[in-house]
């Protein structure tokens, strides 16, 4: 008698997981009690907006965090208890946490380093008996079974479109940015009629309602058109396009309350000016007033607790027009930002040694705040190593930005994760990952994403920002392409930019790690070490750029993730100056194929080197011209992947690790003692699951299942 084939999901969070600490208990028990209550009332509006980011990932995400938070917000050991009385297996118990700890830590069931689907390893049957053992269960019955009868198939499934995020027309995938029957072709073209009415889309998200009508729906506490005036209904050839406020309005209003209890315990009038700035921005939704924020968010050098909040990077939208939610709270470490604002001293010096001509230069670096964070709380799908904000192109001419690094967020490699290299390398990689990381982050964030001049043409004066002759240096002809001031790069290059721009930043920082000057800054007592830094930076950007195979899709031709395309166009580039600075040896390792890269280090510092400053001076060059059609042939010649590296990448998957899942602290306040508690949790998807469940006191959401099933309908893909 033959058995059923049994479902074999191909992308889910194995058991064997491991779970990274985000640790501050030494920095937060330096802070003032003030300075406690700043950072918790900045937290509390971080984490409850961090609920917009399920929103933003996928039609079923809401209703899956609304269900898991009930599951899981009893006693874990009653439920376990319950579950295997139920017939359920340890191992299905243990599936069922890895699944839901991974949820909460994407805010959302696609990976938020590289938007794939990711499926419960447990069959569907399992899952609903775990939802249907919970405690909650009884009073909620009515909620949960009916989330579960919607979002089955969603969270089950990894068949196109469930199995990417994206326009399903474009690589088949599906995005929540815009109702299902929003093609990619309608989401430019009503991102270029707002970009002709001035209206931001950044904290938006687009909804088809008729053949020809549209609703821009701006996320906001109140819908007033008399605070925001663009909240209007516009109509140009034929189409309409409503643009409404109070989207999101219930978690805007939370936010908002927190963000106000936050200003009563500002340090100085930057945080003051700052956080009501936030509170306009989000109570009425105009994108001018979070910029407002930022300039005084950019006024407030070094502080204590630093923070930031809003709707920052457009990775995730397809488009790359529209934000995910995000905000943090952070702790200053004085010690190491000291180097860090070295380093920002002499960044002018620095500058000067980059590869492209000066008129690609801004006139005056201006000297941002670079300081070095222990993260508190990273409300959003994933915690980044470092950060250079705004993004606004305007704020950042006029005002400059500011670099954090965020230290205790780095990645902690061990000779058992390190793969594909000789045990010399391995060995040199694990002990100076945490110096080269260090280095490449302040170079790539400071000199990368901090450099570089847009030339643009005023539109009202019609000035040029740039000399009227100033040529074209790779054809010799005059300059045709640049930008107009009402455009922003990310307007200009759209899906390209993100990965162009990490690449730039990549490269910059491989770039400088050629001169001494920073290694004086950061290990000026350790001279001998410096060419094993220099070595273990080059490493890191080469292993990471195959092993960041596995976000590539051959089938479509598209990378997944802006940072893993940046480090693949660097080896492309350096393969291509000089094939022999990197060799592939293809073999076997416990009788699987198995392949080891090396890098010829010699040539690190001539050959590579060459092909790495031709490169980057015309990714740069381009950016700066706004030479759109030149800067994606350019770019696309390097992201290519030829059947040598396919092979690589089948090997890259079948040895692939899983990816270790975040844990971070809580803070609640004593309501007795008005003082604020820090609490941390254990290294296990328990840990996870209860850090992520006690952030929200209520276990039924009731604000974001309000939200969810207004517009489940329109969000889901047939
Ligand atoms: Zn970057």
């Known amino acids: 008698m033959q058995q059923a084939a049994k479902h074999l999901p191909k992308e889910f969070i194995p058991v064997t997981s491991s779970i990274r600490r985000i640790e501050c208990s030494k920095a937060w028990s330096q802070l003032a009690s003030r300075e406690q209550l700043y950072a918790y009332y900045l ?33 874990l050991e009653s439920l376990k208890v319950r579950v295997l009385g139920a017939g359920l297996l340890e191992q299905q118990w243990r599936q069922m946490l890895a699944y839901s700890a991974a949820v909460f830590q994407n805010c959302g069931n696609y990976k938020s380093f590289g ?42 499934t990894e068949d196109e479109p469930f199995a990417r995020i994206g326009f399903r027309d474009e690589n088949n ?23 002709s009415l001035s209206i931001s889309p950044l904290n938006t998200r687009l909804f088809k309602l008729t053949a020809t009508e549209y609703e821009l729906r701006i996320a906001s506490q109140l819908s007033d058109p008399s ?37 009563e315990h500002a340090g100085n009038d930057n945080q003051r000016n700052m956080a009501q700035a936030y ?51 952070a702790v200053v470490d004085k010690e190491t930002s000291a180097q860090f604002n070295t380093l920002v001293e002499e960044a002018e010096g620095l500058i000067e040694k980059l590869p492209w001509a000066k008129d690609f230069e801004k006139a005056k670096f201006s000297k941002p705040d670079f300081t070095n964070l222990d993260i508190v709380a990273f409300a959003c799908s994933g915690t980044p190593i470092g950060i250079n904000i705004p993004n606004y192109d305007d704020i950042r001419m006029d005002f400059g930005f500011k670099n954090v690094n965020l230290g205790n967020a780095y990645p902690v490699p061990t000779a058992a994760t390190t793969q594909f290299l000789s045990q010399s390398d391995v060995d040199l990689n694990c002990r100076y990952t945490k110096e080269s990381l260090t280095l490449i982050v302040a170079l790539h964030e400071l000199l990368g994403h901090g450099t570089g001049k847009l030339l643009t043409k005023d539109v009202e004066t019609g000035e040029l920002n740039f000399p009227q002759d100033l040529k074209n240096p790779f054809t010799g002809e005059e300059i045709k392409t640049y930008y ?26 491989l770039f400088l790690m050629q001169y001494d000057e920073p290694f004086h800054i950061f290990f000026p007592d350790r001279q001998s070490e410096w060419d094993d830094i220099h070595y273990a930076g080059w490493l890191g950007i080469l292993t ?65 080197f ?75 998807f328990e840990g996870v699951i209860r850090s992520h469940v006690e952030r929200f006191p209520d276990s039924f959401q009731a604000d974001v299942w309000g939200e969810w099933v207004k517009d489940a309908k329109a969000l889901r893909y047939d």
């Not at 009402?486 to 993100?498: A, I, N, P, V």
């Not at 030149?630 to 990816?659: C, G, N, T």
């Open 43 to 75: 937290s509390r509006a971080a984490w409850e907006g961090s609920k917009i980011c399920y929103f933003q990932r996928s039609y079923e995400a809401p209703a899956l965090f609304v269900l898991l938070q009930l599951v899981f917000s009893s006693k």
């Open 115 to 156: 938007d794939t689907k990711f499926v419960p390893e447990l069959d569907a049957e399992a899952f609903k008996t775990i939802v249907r053992a919970s405690e909650n269960y009884e009073m909620h019955k009515e909620v949960m079974d009916s989330i579960l009868e919607q979002i089955e198939r969603e969270v089950f």
């Open 173 to 195: 995938g599906t995005t929540s940015y815009y109702s299902s029957g929003v093609t990619s072709a309608e989401a430019k073209m009503v991102d270029e009629w707002c970009q």
């Open 227 to 263: 605070a925001t005036p663009y909240l209007k209904t516009y109509e140009k050839g034929g189409k309409k396009l409503h643009v409404r406020g109070a989207d999101f309005a219930d978690v805007m209003s939370t936010v908002v309350a927190a963000l106000r209890k936050a200003k």
């Open 279 to 329: 509170v306009e921005h989000f109570r009425y939704g105009d994108v001018d007033q979070h910029k407002e924020s930022q300039r005084h968010w950019i006024k407030d050098v070094g502080p204590v607790v630093e923070s930031n909040i809003g709707f920052i990077e457009t990775y995730l939208d397809p488009l790359g027009a529209r934000a995910e939610f995000e905000g943090f709270v």
């Open 484 to 509: 107009l001031s009402t455009e922003t790069w990310s307007q200009k290059f759209g899906k390209l930019h993100s990965g162009y721009e990490e690449c730039r930043a990549d490269s910059v920082a």
């Open 544 to 608: 990471s750029s195959v092993k960041g195979l596995q976000y590539y899709n051959p089938e479509v031709k598209v990378w997944g993730q802006a940072h893993v395309l940046a480090s693949w166009a660097i080896l492309q580039a350096v393969r291509e100056g000089d094939p022999s600075v990197i060799q592939i040896e293809f073999c076997e390792k416990d009788g699987r194929d198995y392949f080891f890269l090396h890098v010829d280090r010699s040539k690190l510092r001539t050959t590579a």
């Open 610 to 684: 060459k092909a790495l400053s031709e490169f980057l001076c015309k990714l740069h060059t381009y950016k700066a011209m706004g030479d759109f059609d030149a800067a994606k042939a350019f770019f696309d010649h390097y992201s290519q992947v030829d059947d040598e590296m396919l092979r690589v990448r089948d090997i890259v998957l079948a040895w692939k690790l899983p990816r270790g899942l975040e844990l971070q602290p809580n803070l609640f306040l004593d309501h007795a003692t008005h003082e604020v508690v820090y609490k941390d949790y254990e290294d296990s």
